[in-house]
Nanobody, 116 residues
């Protein structure tokens, strides 16, 4: 079992920046892929960015060039630096961890609100 706790959400004006953090505990040795997902009101949860233990990353097209995901496996933490935020980035952001058995763990979510 992996437990995830997000922090760093908040309210920011369009064009501003926020940094989200996720701290993992429990069976962290089993984590392969970590990622950030978001869910806006009335919409499905979508992938924002993922990072593998190897360090390779994938980003949603909508955030490429604006968001940067990073991971410190030694400290069991992951971050998402979000720059040039847009109102359409407003959502609850969730931290996710996928282990080598393809079992998924989720954090409780953190609200990001971007005002125009």
């Amino acid at each position: 079992q992996v437990q995830l706790v997000e922090s760093g959400g908040g309210l920011v004006q369009a064009g501003g920046s926020l940094r989200l953090s996720c701290a993992a505990s429990g069976s962290t040795f089993s984590i392969n892929v970590m990622g950030w997902y978001r869910q806006a009101p009335g919409k499905q949860r979508e992938m924002v960015a993922v990072i593998r233990r190897s360090g390779s990353t994938n980003y949603a097209d909508s955030v490429k060039g604006r968001f940067t995901i990073s991971r410190d496996s030694a400290k069991n933490t992951m971050s998402l630096q979000m720059n040039s935020l847009k109102p359409e980035d407003t959502a609850v952001y969730y931290c996710n961890a996928l282990n080598y058995n393809a079992e998924s763990s989720w954090g409780q979510g953190t609200q990001v609100t971007v005002s125009s």
